[in-house]
């Protein structure tokens, strides 16, 4: 077990590399001179130059890439261009916030569409199965921005049911207060694809020969459903809610955005907008970092699922 | 007579028998819910044609209601009722911003610029302007109204109420709707394209090649599907100042392409060691010519089919870039610039245009979400 892991993380080198290359491709390369973005439309030759000294873009690009490789290991990215805050710092107290809204919104999600899709797979081709599956694909062709706007004005403004926005300082109350209207919308927009996804992993499980001996050894249809059949279509459902962790974390950044929570998706749309370069460049390579990860942790939950399952 | 018969139908059967996309389109045919599907695609996609060719929406920017000028079933309302009593006609009201970090600042001077009024002890004789902010240029902006004014009069008159409702400026919005579905749907299938030429193109190197190639681009695909989507092109877009629609189609489309790269490459591995292919290279195709003239008619049904999910994918992408203000430039009308007006907007109890856009894309994305789904499954019956 251990060598495997050892193994994977070792593979994981190039790709990783892979990315910290792109990424400073596009930023050193693509993006331009960025002394002229941080000196902004008053500059003078010598601001400029002294603002690339102090960045090291003066030097030649491998030198560059050099530092860059530097400030990723050693998790030390200096100061944010454009509130001087160091990125260290960004990270570490922007993460609590958007883990506060995703981690219930990720439980919820993956209960409820599980059950949901178990009781639409068990009625397969019924009118209710495709009802559900029309209601599915209409809800989903709608943006997310129609349902935060509709459900920000409607249940928090004119019904006032949730706070309009905002975020405090203790635990409990982000989360029973501020994070429920934007969990509510999290979990509207996001069941039903897993609904749909979910559905069709249990429809190959449900007409399968074991589902069939389990009813004739007189097994009550909810002790099939959650456990027979749940247990051997977990695989793909473990898969798609792992892949779908990193993606979450940026995911909700328009929905952090609209209730001004403090989290990562919205600095990073600070970031883009101040063009920030450093919080960008650091979130991208540590959440490339982390879905690497996540899909290592997903393989090793294979393993713990199904026991034929062997790690190579 | 009988043998003269079978000998007849023998050769004009051979003729007739159908390829892959004549049995897919009778397939498709006989799906009621995908021709009804297909039909609103194709009504968007004939606006879209007479949008872009300037025969329809040319004047979407004309302002010819009043600002927000209601639907025609609710009747003209007032300004007061508008909410736009005494502003100059080009200029609505700005909406209380509750997000707004310097609310109770304003809201402070607006009060202490009612009180100083009401005292009638102004700030002199230069008027404070809707901020409470004394404004040196009054009096030549104040100016400039009047002339405008004047000439107002020789200009044709605004309506009170449009089919549809107005904007904040006075734009048909149903005009305007019928613009910004151009923008998003051009670009929406603009980046498909580009996304699935790249990922059949690398999908076909890899397979066919095999090896260091192989190799290769697995590894720029892992380095790509490492990276969240929306980070990539949120990343992409804060490089690329530059904004406009030719940016946002390249943003989505060399971002997009690694779904059909997979599928692809996948469909290059197997079909490579077919007979055909050997045949093809018996006779001494090149390996090109092996690539896109034997093997891509045989795998082609799975980009088109990509294609079609990614511009579903990209019409939303685009919608959400363009309302954070990242896509498409200030003038051009989009959904996501209009989502972006209607925000606060619907402040305002304005929601004609929030409605127009979300219905518009809403009814697009659904039609060729369900398109999609026969169309796959029209196109590989062993999946259904």
């Known amino acids: 077990m251990a060598a495997y892991i050892l193994r994977r993380l070792w593979q994981m080198l190039p790709t990783l590399l892979g990315v910290v290359v792109l990424v400073f491709l596009l930023f050193n390369w693509v993006g331009g001179d960025p002394a002229y973005i941080l000196a902004g439309k008053m500059s003078n030759p010598a601001q400029i130059a002294n603002i690339r000294k102090q960045l090291g873009i003066d030097e030649s690009y491998w030198v560059q890439l050099w530092i860059f490789v530097k400030q990723i290991v050693t998790m030390d990215f200096g100061a944010s261009w454009s509130t001087g805050e160091t990125i260290s710092h960004v990270l570490s107290t922007r993460l609590g916030p958007s883990l506060t809204v995703l981690v219930p919104l990720t439980i919820l999600e993956t209960l409820i569409s599980i059950g949901l899709a178990l009781g639409v797979a068990y009625v397969r081709g ?9 209601a599915c694909t209409v809800g989903m062709s709608i943006s997310i921005l129609v349902y935060i706007i509709v459900f920000q004005y409607v249940l928090a403004y004119k019904f006032g049911w949730f706070p309009v926005q905002g975020w405090g300082d203790s635990f409990s109350e982000n989360l029973f ?10 979990l509207t927009v996001s069941i039903a694809p897993s609904l749909r996804l979910f559905r069709t992993f249990f429809l190959d499980e449900i007409s399968q020969d074991y589902v069939r001996t389990a009813r004739a050894k007189g097994l009550s249809e909810p002790r099939i459903l959650w456990v027979h059949v749940l247990r051997n279509a977990a695989i793909p459902v473990v898969t798609y809610v792992m892949s779908n962790l990193p993606a979450l974390l940026i995911g909700a950044f328009l929905i952090e955005r609209f209730f001004s929570i403090p989290g990562i998706g919205r600095e990073i749309i600070l970031a883009v907008e101040r063009s920030d370069f450093p919080v960008i460049k650091a979130i991208t390579v540590y959440v490339a970092a982390a879905t690497m990860l996540f899909n290592l942790l997903a393989d090793l939950l294979y393993k713990a699922i199904d026991p034929r399952v062997q790690l190579k | 007579m009988n043998t003269q018969t079978s000998a007849n139908a023998q050769p004009a059967h051979a003729h007739s028998s159908p390829g892959l996309w004549i049995m897919a ?9 995908a021709m009804a599907a297909l039909a609103v695609v194709a009504l968007f996609l004939v606006t879209l044609l007479l949008s872009a060719l300037g025969l329809v929406a040319k004047h979407w920017d004309a302002e010819v209601g009043v600002n927000y000028a209601p639907p025609t079933f609710m009747g003209a309302q007032s ?11 080009a200029e609505a009201p700005v909406p209380d911003n509750p997000r707004d970090p310097l609310g109770p600042v304003l809201k402070q001077l607006r009060a202490e610029r009612d009180a100083a009024a009401a005292a009638g002890t102004g700030g002199g004789d230069a008027p404070l302007d809707y901020y409470g902010i004394v404004d040196p240029l009054a009096k030549e902006i104040a100016e400039l109204r009047s002339t405008l004014g004047k000439d107002k009069a020789a200009a044709p008159v605004r309506r009170a109420t449009l089919p549809f409702g107005a904007d904040k400026w006075g734009h048909d919005i149903i005009l305007k709707t019928i613009k910004g579905s151009e923008t998003s749907i051009t670009v929406g299938l603009a980046a498909a394209l580009l996304a699935t030429v790249l990922g059949t193109l690398f999908g076909a190197l890899a397979g066919y090649y095999g090896k260091w190639t192989d190799d290769f681009f697995n590894w720029f695909y892992s380095v790509f599907t490492s990276i969240p989507y929306l980070l990539l092109i949120l990343a992409v877009a804060a490089v690329l100042q530059q904004k406009g629609v030719l940016t946002i189609v390249l943003i989505l489309g060399l971002t997009g392409w690694t779904g059909v790269f997979r599928l692809v490459r996948a469909e290059y591995i197997k079909h490579k060691n077919r007979e055909y292919v050997m045949a093809a290279d018996a006779i001494g195709a090149s390996d090109m010519r092996k690539m896109f003239v034997h093997i891509f008619p045989n795998i082609s049904h799975i980009s088109f089919v990509q294609m079609s999910i990614l511009t579903v994918a990209f019409i939303k992408s685009e919608v959400i870039l363009s309302f954070l203000g990242f896509g498409v430039p200030v003038g051009v009308a989009s959904w996501g610039s209009m989502l972006n007006e209607a925000q606060n907007e619907l402040i305002l109890g304005k929601w004609w245009q929030l409605t127009a856009a979300s219905v518009a894309m809403a009814v697009l994305v659904t039609a060729f979400s369900l398109f999609t789904d026969a169309l796959r499954d029209a196109l590989d019956p062993k999946l259904k």
Do not use: F, K, Q
């Not at chain 1, 207060?177 to 509510?184: G, N, T």
């Open chain 2, 79 to 89: 300004a007061e009722e508008r909410g736009v009593e005494g502003m100059h006609a």
């Open chain 2, 25 to 33: 389109w009778r397939r498709l045919r006989s799906d009621r819910l």
């Open chain 1, 177 to 186: 207060h501020y994070a429920l209207l934007p969990i509510l919308i999290g």
């Open chain 1, 126 to 134: 019924s009118l209710t199965d495709r009802m559900v599956m029309i």
